[in-house]
């Protein structure tokens, strides 16, 4: 059975109207105060935050709070020995054991990682609270943290915000319009501002206990089946984004092109106007280090897919509806196709539908500004990430591994990084810009623009399971 208002509501629905978020990064302290902070924020009781449903009747909350437990904060509340070895086993490890699976090498591994994310097996709970304003935050974070429960210790914060601007609500720090579609699921109403066509996906993509789109499979569901049914898993992330060597590299790919022998067929004379009615640029060069970010994301910075519009982005065309057909003029490799190959044809077929996540992301740090002065220590700038599948294996890891960081979907991709979020070095990253005669223009070069700095894997469990846990006896 299906029912909104047992699941936690950040699964299937998203917060867009509450631009701040604050994540919580607990610790058991006390593990019966703890079990019994659970049970009270079902309904809110003694003071405890109340998880935010799916369901939100006629009242929409003033703010959400919601959470996600670790196997290790399973674990520390005294959760059954048979129930825990039921759950997966990349969820038991942890994140930080499968950090080569994800790209997190080199500048992204986990040794680097900072507190509290270097020590992960102290991280148990990650709550979440979203907000309009930052005196909400606040307010829901002592009264979650309060020292007379004695049930957690609050090791870290991490803190987002959404641009201030209408216009820019759901940019993120490399300039691009984000937060357009997520997938829809069978038998679930949504009001989703652009139509799609992708299939819908079944429930068992994102929930425990459902149907899933391969044949004849379904997830184990960790028992009892109060525990696992309509609970799902969330692989956060802190990835940090390095804006200014984004710039910096469009400006030495626009330089580099501007003496290319086939530039003229990149970018005939005169379509910069084009790009210019869209986009703030300035001359050929500026349309040329626009039309490589576009290539590499797969998007104009406005959010118009190449899919639809490759030579100039057109702000008339619905930014979901299209597909990647054999005449595509969006690169194989570029960032969406990589992470989502819809429909188009690909060497794992089966695998087109069966990675989708969903996806919720927020920036975090102060918005760049390529006007400004530099400083000697540019502060840290990125996005606080949310990726929820029932399978982190098969769908999360799946996709990190495969398709963005060895391009296994398509041979004239494979052993390339995905160009904005992959593990690249210069010494070896390469992008291809397809021309309309077929041919190619190789950029060699390719830097890495994200680096991880901290996450876990967490179980969102229903409002059932949260019952249960916080039921549970020692």
């Given at each position: 059975m299906f029912d909104l208002a047992e699941l936690q509501g950040n699964?299937?629905?998203?917060?867009?109207?509450?631009?701040?978020?604050?994540?919580?990064?607990?610790?058991?302290?006390?593990?019966?105060?703890?079990?019994?902070?659970?049970?009270?924020?079902?309904?809110?009781?003694?003071?405890?935050?109340?998880?935010?449903?799916?369901?939100?009747?006629?009242?929409?909350?003033?703010?959400?709070?919601?959470?996600g437990l670790t196997y290790e904060g399973l674990r520390a509340l005294g959760t059954p020995s048979a129930s825990l070895k039921m759950?997966?086993?990349?969820?038991?490890?942890?994140?930080?054991?499968?950090?080569?699976?994800?790209?997190?090498?080199?500048?992204?591994?986990?040794?680097?990682?900072?507190?509290?994310?270097?020590?992960?097996?102290?991280?148990?709970?990650?709550?979440?609270?979203?907000?309009?304003?930052?005196?909400?935050?606040?307010?829901?974070?002592?009264?979650?943290?309060?020292?007379?429960?004695?049930?957690?210790?609050?090791?870290?914060?991490?803190?987002?915000?959404?641009?201030?601007?209408?216009?820019?609500?759901?940019?993120?720090?490399?300039?691009?319009?984000?937060?357009?579609?997520?997938?829809?699921?069978?038998?679930?109403?949504?009001?989703?501002?652009?139509?799609?066509?992708?299939?819908?996906?079944?429930?068992?993509?994102?929930?425990?206990?459902?149907?899933?789109?391969?044949?004849?499979?379904?997830?184990?569901?960790?028992?009892?089946e109060a525990l696992g049914h309509n609970g799902t898993f969330n692989a956060f992330r802190v990835l940090e984004q390095d804006v200014e060597g984004f710039e910096k590299y469009l400006d030495w790919a626009a330089s580099e092109l501007l003496e290319h022998p086939q530039v003229d067929e990149l970018l005939p004379p005169g379509a910069e106007e084009k790009i210019g009615q869209v986009l703030p640029i300035e001359g050929r060069r500026g349309a040329l280090r626009e039309i490589v970010a576009a290539n590499l994301c797969g998007r104009w910075r406005d959010g118009t897919p190449l899919a639809l519009s490759a030579d100039a982005p057109d702000p008339e065309v619905d930014l979901t509806d299209f597909d990647y057909g054999r005449?595509?003029?969006?690169?194989?490799?570029?960032?969406?196709?990589?992470?989502?190959?819809?429909?188009?044809?690909?060497?794992?077929?089966?695998?087109?539908?069966?990675?989708?996540?969903?996806?919720?992301?927020?920036?975090?740090?102060?918005?760049?500004?390529?006007?400004?002065?530099?400083?000697?220590?540019?502060?840290?700038?990125?996005l606080l990430g949310n990726f929820i599948g029932a399978s982190l294996g098969a769908q999360f890891e799946a996709m990190s591994y495969d398709w963005l960081n060895l391009g296994l979907q398509d041979p004239r991709i494979t052993g390339s990084n995905d160009p904005i979020s992959g593990a690249n070095d210069p010494d070896t990253g390469w992008f291809d810009l397809p021309l309309k005669s077929g041919t190619m223009i190789r950029l060699q070069g390719l830097p890495r623009f994200v680096r991880t700095r901290g996450g876990a894997y967490t179980f969102l469990p229903s409002l059932s399971a949260i019952r249960f846990l916080g039921s549970q006896m020692m």
């Open positions: 699964i299937l629905r998203g917060y867009t109207k509450k631009p701040h978020v604050r994540y919580l990064i607990l610790e058991v302290a006390d593990p019966i105060a703890a079990r019994r902070w659970l049970a009270d924020s079902v309904s809110g009781r003694n003071g405890v935050p109340q998880i935010t449903s799916g369901d939100w009747g006629e009242n929409k909350p003033e703010t959400c709070f919601n959470i759950f997966p086993n990349e969820f038991v490890e942890g994140m930080t054991a499968r950090a080569w699976k994800l790209g997190d090498v080199g500048p992204s591994a986990p040794e680097t990682w900072p507190k509290p994310f270097n020590e992960p097996k102290r991280i148990h709970l990650i709550a979440t609270i979203y907000a309009k304003r930052v005196d909400q935050l606040n307010d829901v974070q002592e009264r979650a943290v309060a020292d007379k429960k004695k049930a957690w210790t609050l090791l870290d914060t991490r803190e987002g915000c959404s641009f201030p601007d209408k216009r820019d609500r759901d940019r993120v720090h490399f300039g691009y319009l984000d937060n357009i579609t997520q997938p829809r699921f069978e038998g679930v109403p949504d009001s989703q501002r652009h139509p799609d066509r992708q299939p819908k996906a079944p429930l068992g993509t994102v929930l425990l206990g459902h149907k899933t789109n391969l044949e004849g499979l379904m997830w184990q569901v960790p028992q009892p005449d595509s003029r969006c690169p194989y490799g570029a960032h969406i196709r990589r992470c989502n190959p819809r429909g188009g044809q690909i060497v794992q077929r089966i695998a087109n539908n069966s990675r989708r996540l969903v996806r919720r992301g927020v920036p975090y740090g102060p918005r760049y500004d390529r006007t400004s002065a530099r400083v000697l220590d540019e502060p840290e700038r990125g």
